[in-house]
Structure formats: structure tokens, C-alpha cells
């Protein structure tokens, strides 16, 4: 059996994913022994589009010691405080998922059921009121948030819209910068090993051999090598999530420049806008047995706020999930590993993940299954949580009279998710699981936005002082819309900051 | 279904703090106490003195109750973790300290900086780099001041203490706040939600699953001994031939509670029997089980008392307003998941008891996967409802003679000298930290005058 340190990790494929791994695993070099190496091709096209992020990519970033103006500034990237929901609980209804949280806890009780109460003696205060993001959100300001819990700047939290192709190609500097090499190439064979059936190498289209002992499958949704050489397998999501097409298309940058993504429903999916420096991103995401693509350029197209700068380019997709994203040597990563629709901004965000959790559990050459196994595991269950959130979003409507949506409302649920609900439903109840992605604000925002009430506040709520409790909550909305308009206005910020090469 | 009266069964130790739980967190629903005979096994046996892990001291925090006026009422002495002897144990005298372990060194963790140090020094002992193991070694300890931003805030306190105060001080405060005892033709039945705090042998409970295979002590004998000397900052827990015995110190008295297996010594008395396992549901329709009622896990960890007080927070974040049903299901969920969790944790302890543990049936697949994960590369699965964190965790298996084959590829990375370097920086704050901490009598005298 071999043993010791992994001498060479082939990351296969760039963009996004394959540039996020080397720049996070360049730093084994300092092991002595580990080298990181990357294989990707010109000529295959990265599925870049503008991408929105959510406040866990700072973390991403400090750990590799990136300063954020700088990369704000290479990336062409805005703020983001949310994302603003259009029409989809019904038309002419939204409501903003905000980051950070809702008010504050009260002894213990949690602010949501404060808020419950509230409504129920007769005070029925929007939840948008609790938000600073979403006060400075609708003031189109920005200004980063102050560690002091005293001050109400305490209560904001961010990430990032950018272009994905430029943050990939910031990250190729910072990776090559520390060691990682870069090989052009086409990937023609994966060879496995006779009798472990373990990849040995990636035989490249110029004839060069790439040998390795961990392997990073970042091939996009081909997995050419988690599932074209080794057949790991696909779990399909697609009965919860029916979308399996997208249009995307750039349009002009247009003013305000908005701190948030926005998604509109539409007749069969949805429509994303994401805000960059140089222009607009935007996309529909449908499912083609509602709508042929035809129809979903002319909506597209019909619904842009600038001029379109191109054609809306189409792409395909089966939502679901690498049934083992590691299998033997090899680790899926990206698209690689799945899909979820972006609704919720987790494609880097589970790339991320996949990254710590492979450092955690990084193998040595033995490859013991432990480690695997923890990290499937601990795989399966994150996103199986993030599906969860998904499917809510497109359950809960009230969009009646369209067929995709009558087919939203009507399709039966997973056992996690029903459980969710129906706590919620009962006494506005929630209960994070497992290390989960979002937070119980997060829950609450979409479940209330999408017209899920609960049907009674948890009692705790009533054993507070309700004098203290107004009082708090008449202050509130007041103070946070202050500092929002005290904030510079978003389009100032970045342009002090971190302004982009004006492309 | 409107909450309007909660019957409590059982007036020991679980029934009074479910009581005074209750009352604050029930939103006005009327709390009345059902009296049951016979000793207090509410946490599963007679227990003279129980341990507050620090998150229980938090939870009892949220729910209004005072530190100090629990060291004062019921003879509190405060906890840093607990000492094992006797086990099949790693090289050393071993401590599971609460608290965090040493400190990281950028993104490595300290365990991982152990064990490469431990490549060159086998011996070195994880217990000289816990604050918390520190400062029980060496009897000291103070509480950190709310401004403290000092490494004395990396370490956590639990408390022991004396059982029936401790049931006295819930009864009074209970009272306090309304609750009453049933009158003479009061029963349960009148209520819309049976909390049952009376212990393992209760005539409301459910089907029922042993975990007895697992853990051969069947009997136990708990007696509380007065002592002159100052109160040990840790509970104790040494193996003996036929099961094991723990020493849980309060002030001015020391519990000994044995647990054997019953028939194999004919020098030792009849004990009580322990029945270990579970109900296969806790809350079923209007009954809800909490504490030893609900089950009864190997005490070897001090967790009982945890335990029941999980039990009753959960309650009170569930309390039903409507059919109920989804909170039920809810509870059961939560709560399973937290008694596997102890007993996973207990049974790393039982099959490393030196004789009996290679009699035990082979373990069960989420504690075969927590210990080849960890032992293949230092890693610590955790999952809901966990007791202990990753640092006790990490102290258990390497106490238990479980070393990770590999320190994982950061650690691998670090210059041995540096790690070193590290390792003899942290011990140094650490050490000079507990050198300015009062003594624990001191320290509990000021309090408690």
C-alpha cells in the first residue's frame, strides 16, 4: 500500500473552480513535497457569467491574504446586501433576503417570535423594518460594517457580485504567484491504474502525460473524470427542481447602481440581474417543458433595463448532485460535483466548502476511506439543506393559472423540508440542523415572503415586558434608515474604493 | 390544543428544575407537581452530587438562575473537567479538560501541532496545554471579568454539586413561581401536557431499548462522604475490575458512586439496579419523558444531569400550542439524536475498560466511524445534538490510547522547530496565568460569604 505525503495534485479544468483550488491548495507547497498543478484549455468556453456571492467568500478570501479593494477593483465587482425577490410569491409582491439578521434576540426569546407578537397585539410592523441591509438596499447605499456591537453599522453584513472570469483570472496570478503550474491542453484520456482503478494521468491533446496522485475534477458538468472515467454516479434533483435551461446576456450598466441581485419570476423560472462595475449581468433560468427558448430570449430581452451588449448565449443543465463527489483519487469540484440553480447565490460558496473540507481532510497517499467518506458525508448534507432552501422558493407561490407553477405548488416535498414547514407553520418555530448554510433569518425572510405565516407565535414571546418590546421596535426602523442615508451612496463607495479599469 | 395545566410526575431532582423551567417558560400555563415514592432516581440512579457542564450553567442562565446562588444554596465547588485512571489509556495521566485545547498556529489546529510534535516526543502530554487542566493540576481558579480578554477566556467552568440542595433550591424557586403540589384527588389526566421526571421505572413510560450489552455494570451504589480538604477542581473516574467507580467533589463532602456488575464479586452489597437504554419515543401523545424517565446513559461522563436539562429546554422551545403532533415529532428527533450522541461518547469510555471492554459486542457504526476517522487523521466527526465539543472529544480519544496515524497535510507542512516553539510559548502564558488565579477555596469563599 503507498504512503506519505501527496506529491502532485492535478487540478483538471479552470475557471472558477479550478483557480479557487490552486490558489487555496498552493499553500501545501509549503509542505516541501506537494506540488500543484492545473490543466485547462483556451479553446473550451467557461460558463462565466456575472456572479452574485454571499458573506462567507470573505472568509475564502482572507484566508488567502487577498486584500478586497483589490480584488473588488480586478473583478469588475459591486457590493451585494441581498437579494430582492419580484413577483414571487404573487405578481406585484417582493420582498429583499437580506444577509446579516433581523433585529436582536430578547432574553433569550428569538426576535422573529418578538416580531409575531408583535403583529398579533396589533402592531403589524414589516420585517423589512428589522434590516439594515435592506434599509441601506433601498437607499442604493454601502459602507462597510463597524466591528463595534454598540453601533448600528454592527448589524450589516456583504459579499459580492463580479465577473467570473475575471475572479478566475485574478486567482491564476495569486496561484501561479506561489508555485502552481499551469498546463494548456485538451484533456483526450483519463488513465486508471489496472488494478486499484485509481487515475494515474491525463493524457493531453499534444500528446504530454500529466501524472498525479490527487486528482481535482473541475471539468464542468462533463465530469470527465469523476464520472466519465470513474462513474461516480448522479443523483437527479430535477422533480424538485424542474429548471434545466438558462439564457444568459450582458446588458449596459445603467444607474443607480443597485447593492443587490435582483430575481424576478417570470412566467416559466426566473430572471437574474446582477449589478457589476462595467455592466449588467443577466440571465433566465426555465424549464424548457414550459417554454421553448425562443420564448424565453424574446422575455429576456424584452425585460433588460440597458442595451443588450450581445446575444443571450444558452446553456443546458440536470439539477442534482455527484452521487460521491470524491471517488478514489478523485475529488469533484464545480459543476463537476452537481448543480443548483443560482437562486441563492451557493455555486462558489459550495466550491468553497469543497475546498476546506478537502484541506481538512486532506488524504495522504494511502487514501484511507475515512476521510472520503467524512467528506461525502459532510457533502450530501450540505447541499441537500441548500436544495431544501430552494425548493421552498419555488413551493410556496401563490402564482396561480401558470402551469409551471401549479406544478411548483403541487409536487410532493422532501421529509426535511415538510418538517421545516410544518414547525414554522404551527408556531413559527425553526431549528438549524447540522451545520446548515442559512441562518434561521434567512428561513424566516423567504418563508414569510413567500406567504408561509405561521399560524401562532411561540408563547416564550409573551412572557417578555411588551413596554420594553414597542418601544425597541419603534426605534428601530427610524435608526437603521439614518445610518443607511448617512452611508455613501453605492456607486461612491466603489468608486473611492475600488474602481475597475474602465472596460 | 390550549396549554392551560402541565402536570409534573415526580418530585426529585429533574421534577423541581422541570418545574422551575417550566414556570418561567411556559407562558402562563398552570405547573402542578405530582408527588411518586421512594428514592429520587430521576437521572437514573440516586445521585448525591451532579455535575452542571459549562453549557448547562449557560442554559440555567437564560432561564434566570444564578451561579453563585447555586454555589451557595447547594455547596457548589467549581469544575475544569473530570480525570480518568485505570482505563485502557494512552501513555500519562490523563484529563479531559473543558475549554479549548492550546492554540492554533495560523490555520492549524492545535491537536494537529501535537501530533507533530509528537512525532520526535511520543510522551508529550495534551493535558499541559489546556488552561483548564492546568488549573486544576495546580488547584486554582477564577472566573474571567466581563472586559477579560486574556487566554483565561479560552477556558470553560461546569460545576458540581450537592444534590439535595440542588432539588431543595428548584423546589423553593418553583413555589415561588406558582407551581403547587396536586391536591389529594388531582391527577394527571386533568392536564394537557404529563412531564415525566419520575426515573427509569416509571409506570407512564413507553416500549422501552436496553443498551445493557453494552455497558455490564448493572448496579450501582452512591453514597456522599464528608471530607476536611478542599474541593479538587474535577470530577474523577477510575476503572476497576468489575466496572467503575467516579468522585464527584462538592464543598466539605465528596460523591462516591460505584457501578458494578452484579453477581461477580460476593463481597460487595446489593446495590440498585441501573437499567441502561432508552424509550424508543420520549414524547408520546401528552407524555413527555425527560431525564432518567427518558433514558438512562452510562453516567461515566457526568452527563445525566445534561441530559435532563436538555430534555426541559427543549420542552420549553417546543411547548405545543396547536395538535402538538409536529412539535412531538420535532422533540423526538432532536432529542434521539442528542442521547446517541452521549452514548456514543460513553461507550468509547466502556470499551476501553481494561477487562470487560473486550467482552463488549463490536461497537456501533457512527462510534466505529467517529474513532477510524479520528485515528486515520485526527479528525472529529461531530453531529446534532452533540454534548461535548471537538476539544473534550479530542481529550477522550487521546486519554483512551486513540492517536491519529498522521498529523494532516498543513501540519506536516510546519517547520518541527516552530511547532515546538509554539507548544513552549502557549504553555508559558498559560502557566503564568494560572499562577495569578486565587486558590479554588479562596476563590469559593468569597463567594459564598
Redesign the interface.
Known amino acids: 500500500m503507498n504512503s506519505g505525503?501527496?506529491r502532485t495534485v492535478v487540478i483538471a479544468g479552470g475557471g472558477t473552480a479550478g483557480w479557487m483550488a490552486a490558489a487555496a491548495l498552493s499553500?501545501?507547497?509549503?509542505?516541501?513535497v506537494?506540488r500543484v498543478v492545473l490543466v485547462e484549455s483556451e479553446e473550451i468556453g467557461i460558463v462565466g457569467v456575472g456572479e452574485a456571492t454571499i458573506p462567507p467568500i470573505k472568509t475564502f478570501n482572507a484566508?488567502l491574504g487577498i486584500d478586497e479593494d483589490a480584488f473588488l477593483s480586478a473583478t469588475q465587482g459591486t457590493f451585494k446586501l441581498g437579494i430582492e425577490f419580484a413577483n414571487w410569491e404573487r405578481d406585484g409582491a417582493s420582498y429583499v433576503h437580506p444577509f446579516a439578521s433581523f433585529g436582536t434576540d430578547i432574553?433569550?426569546v428569538k426576535f422573529h417570535q418578538i416580531w409575531l407578537k408583535l403583529r398579533a397585539s396589533g402592531i403589524p410592523l414589516p420585517l423589512s423594518d428589522f434590516s439594515l441591509c435592506i434599509a441601506a438596499a433601498q437607499h442604493n447605499r454601502f459602507d462597510r460594517p463597524d466591528g463595534d456591537p454598540r453601533s448600528p453599522l454592527s448589524q450589516l453584513d456583504y459579499a459580492f457580485h463580479f465577473d467570473a472570469s475575471l475572479y478566475a483570472r485574478f486567482l491564476r496570478a495569486y496561484a501561479e504567484a506561489r508555485g502552481v503550474v499551469r498546463h494548456e491542453g485538451r484533456i483526450t484520456r483519463v488513465h486508471l491504474h489496472p488494478e486499484t482503478g485509481f487515475i494515474t494521468a491525463l493524457a493531453l491533446d499534444d500528446g504530454r502525460s500529466i501524472e498525479g496522485d490527487l486528482f481535482i475534477d473541475c471539468t464542468g458538468f462533463r465530469g470527465l473524470l469523476i464520472e466519465g472515467a470513474l462513474g461516480a454516479g448522479y443523483e437527479d434533483w430535477s422533480q424538485w427542481l424542474p429548471c434545466d435551461r438558462a439564457l444568459a446576456v450582458p446588458s449596459m450598466r445603467t444607474e443607480p447602481l443597485y447593492p443587490y441581485t435582483r430575481s424576478t419570476a417570470r412566467d416559466a423560472g426566473w430572471q437574474w440581474r446582477i449589478p457589476l462595475q462595467h455592466r449588467t449581468g443577466n440571465g433566465y433560468v426555465y424549464c424548457s417543458d414550459y417554454l421553448s427558448e425562443d420564448e424565453a430570449a424574446a422575455t429576456l430581452l424584452a425585460n433588460l433595463d440597458g442595451e443588450a451588449l450581445g446575444d443571450p448565449r444558452p446553456l443546458q443543465f440536470r439539477t442534482g448532485i455527484r452521487t460521491q463527489p470524491w471517488v478514489k483519487n478523485c475529488v469533484a469540484l464545480g459543476l463537476a460535483s452537481g448543480f443548483m440553480e443560482p437562486l441563492e447565490s451557493t455555486s462558489i460558496h459550495l466550491v468553497q466548502v469543497g475546498i476546506a473540507k478537502l484541506?481538512?481532510?486532506?488524504?495522504?497517499r494511502s487514501f484511507?476511506a475515512?476521510?472520503r467518506?467524512?467528506y461525502n458525508?459532510l457533502t450530501a448534507l450540505q447541499w441537500a439543506y441548500i436544495r431544501d432552501f430552494l425548493i421552498l422558493h419555488y413551493h410556496q407561490n401563490a402564482r396561480a393559472g401558470l402551469p409551471f407553477w401549479d406544478r411548483c405548488r403541487s409536487m410532493p416535498l422532501p421529509e426535511t423540508l415538510m418538517?421545516k414547514m410544518?414547525?414554522f407553520r404551527?408556531?413559527g418555530?425553526l431549528?438549524r440542523?447540522?451545520d446548515e448554510l442559512f441562518t434561521d433569518a434567512s428561513w424566516v425572510a423567504v418563508m414569510v415572503g413567500q406567504g408561509l405565516w405561521p399560524?401562532?407565535h411561540?408563547?416564550?414571546a409573551?412572557?417578555l415586558d411588551q413596554a420594553t418590546v414597542r418601544s425597541m421596535a419603534a426605534g428601530i426602523a427610524d435608526v437603521f434608515h439614518r445610518t443607511a442615508r448617512a452611508m455613501p451612496t453605492h456607486a461612491d463607495f466603489i468608486a473611492q474604493h475600488c474602481a475597475g479599469r474602465p472596460m | 390544543m390550549r396549554l392551560d395545566e402541565i402536570a409534573i410526575v415526580g418530585d426529585g431532582l429533574v421534577g423541581w428544575m422541570a418545574a422551575a423551567m417550566l414556570a418561567r417558560g411556559s407562558g402562563g400555563a398552570r405547573i402542578v407537581l405530582h408527588p411518586k415514592e421512594g428514592p429520587d432516581r430521576s437521572l437514573g440512579l440516586a445521585s448525591p452530587a451532579v455535575t452542571l457542564l459549562p453549557a448547562d450553567l449557560e442554559t440555567l442562565a437564560t432561564f434566570g438562575i444564578d451561579e453563585d446562588a447555586l454555589i451557595r444554596a447547594a455547596g457548589g465547588a467549581f469544575s475544569l473537567g473530570s480525570g480518568l485512571t485505570g482505563w485502557r489509556m494512552g501513555p500519562g495521566a490523563a484529563f479531559i479538560p473543558y475549554g479549548t485545547l492550546g492554540a492554533p498556529l495560523g490555520p492549524v489546529a492545535f491537536h494537529q501541532l501535537l501530533a507533530r510534535a509528537r512525532e520526535t516526543d511520543p510522551a508529550i502530554n495534551l493535558a499541559n496545554y489546556a488552561l483548564a487542566a492546568l488549573c486544576a493540576q495546580s488547584g486554582r481558579f477564577a472566573r474571567p471579568g466581563a472586559e477579560d480578554q486574556s487566554v483565561l477566556t479560552t477556558m470553560r467552568h461546569g460545576l458540581h454539586v450537592a444534590a439535595a440542595p440542588f432539588t431543595r433550591w428548584f423546589e423553593s424557586d418553583a413555589r415561588a413561581h406558582g407551581v403547587a403540589l396536586a391536591g389529594d384527588r388531582q391527577t394527571v389526566d386533568e392536564a394537557d401536557l404529563i412531564v415525566d421526571a419520575s426515573g427509569p421505572e416509571s409506570d407512564l413510560a413507553g416500549p422501552f431499548a436496553s443498551w445493557e450489552c453494552y455497558f455490564p455494570w448493572n448496579r450501582a451504589i452512591a453514597a456522599l462522604r464528608p471530607v476536611e480538604t478542599d474541593p479538587p477542581l474535577y470530577a474523577h473516574v477510575d476503572a476497576h475490575s468489575e466496572g467503575w467507580q467516579a468522585f464527584v467533589p462538592v464543598q466539605g463532602a465528596i460523591a462516591e458512586t460505584v457501578l458494578y456488575r452484579h453477581g461477580q464479586s460476593s463481597a460487595s452489597p446489593e446495590g440498585e439496579p441501573v437499567a441502561h437504554g432508552h424509550q424508543i419515543a420520549a414524547w408520546r401523545g401528552k407524555i413527555v419523558s425527560v431525564g432518567g424517565a427518558a433514558a438512562v446513559v452510562d453516567p461515566v461522563a457526568g452527563t445525566a444531569l445534561h441530559l435532563a436539562i436538555a430534555d426541559v429546554a427543549r420542552l420549553v422551545s417546543l411547548l405545543p400550542t396547536g395538535d402538538g403532533k409536529a412539535e412531538a415529532d420535532e422533540y423526538n428527533r432532536q432529542w434521539r439524536e442528542t442521547i446517541d450522541c452521549a452514548f456514543d461518547y460513553a461507550l468509547l469510555h466502556a470499551a476501553a475498560h481494561p477487562s470487560l471492554g473486550a467482552t463488549l459486542p463490536s461497537l456501533p457504526d457512527r462510534l466505529a466511524y467517529r474513532i477510524n476517522l479520528y485515528e486515520a487523521c485526527g479528525r472529529v466527526a461531530l453531529f446534532d445534538g452533540e454534548t461535548f465539543e471537538e476539544p473534550q472529544w479530542i481529550a477522550a480519544f487521546d486519554a483512551l490510547a486513540k492517536r491519529p496515524r498522521r498529523c494532516d497535510a498543513l501540519a506536516q507542512g510546519m517547520d518541527r522547530a516552530q511547532v515546538e516553539d509554539h507548544l513552549a510559548r502557549v504553555r508559558q502564558v498559560m502557566l503564568q496565568a494560572v499562577a495569578g488565579l486565587p486558590s479554588h477555596s479562596a476563590y469559593l469563599e468569597r463567594i459564598v460569604r
Open positions: 505525503p501527496i499553500r501545501l507547497h509549503g509542505n516541501g506537494t484566508m432574553e433569550g484541506l481538512a481532510l486532506f488524504p495522504d484511507p475515512h476521510e467518506d467524512e458525508r418538517r410544518e414547525l404551527s408556531t418555530r431549528f440542523y447540522e399560524e401562532r411561540d408563547p416564550l409573551d412572557t
